[in-house]
T-cell receptor, first 118, second 110 residues
């Protein structure tokens, strides 16, 4: 398997523009996570999905951020409008978990998208 | 919300030394993860554990659930082990989102 795929790898945009980050999880994985990494705050969970359904979006900073998972092989994280403080590396990760049972699995991370908002 | 503390924040050692990185958390968890982030930024999962001890090559991870503490050990350290090591915990059922420590920046000098 190619692993978790993210695009673009780098994005530079101007304040106020819409930004869309994309993620393709590992085939067969039923959990998908979006994380953000900054120097100040480290890694933070933004939102995660199970079987394409958002389960916990409490980490989404504000209404400017939205995430969707229209099918099992694709997810997007959208920022509209973008602001300089959104500059960070955004990671997508996926895992296989047996929902409802105490069964946990490691998460596989994508290479990340480095976002710079000017 | 779980508070995850790692120590030390930075560690420089000589090749061959035995390395220990510590992680403590404040609230009971379902699983603890050790991650490695390379200088290029990629993140790799090293271990996921909920009890006891796991070993993979020169890496050993232990966890004490009662004390809410985990350690990552590296035996016979090598310059290629230089990376940031991140402890992360999951609290809920299933493959839930993680809460991360700030990371330990490890440098192994030849």
């Amino acid at each position: 398997d190619a692993g978790v795929i993210q695009s673009p790898r780098h994005e530079v945009t101007e304040m106020g523009q819409e930004v869309t980050l994309r993620c393709k999880p590992i085939s067969g994985h039923d959990y998908l996570f979006w994380y953000r990494q900054t120097m100040m705050r480290g890694l933070e969970l933004l939102i995660y999905f199970n079987n394409n359904v958002p389960i916990d979006d409490s980490g989404m900073p504000e209404d400017r951020f939205s995430a969707k998972m229209p099918n099992a092989s694709f997810s997007t994280l959208k920022i509209q409008p973008s602001e300089p403080r959104d500059s960070a590396v955004y990671f997508c990760a996926s895992s296989f978990g047996t929902s409802g049972l105490l069964h946990y699995n490691e998460q596989f991370f994508g290479p990340g998208t480095r976002l710079t908002v000017l | 919300k779980n508070e995850v503390e790692q120590s030390p924040q930075n560690l420089t050692a000589q090749e061959g030394e035995f390395i220990t990185i510590n992680c403590s958390y404040s609230v009971g968890i379902s699983a603890l993860h050790w991650l490695q982030q390379h200088p290029g930024g990629g993140i790799v999962s090293l271990f996921m554990l909920s009890s006891g001890k796991k070993k993979h090559g020169r890496l050993i991870a232990t966890i004490n659930i009662q004390e809410k503490h985990s350690s990552l050990h590296i035996t016979a350290s090598h310059p290629r082990d230089s990376a940031v090591y991140i402890c992360a915990v999951g609290e809920g059922g299933g493959a839930d989102g993680l809460t991360f420590g700030k990371g330990t920046h490890l440098i192994i000098q030849p």
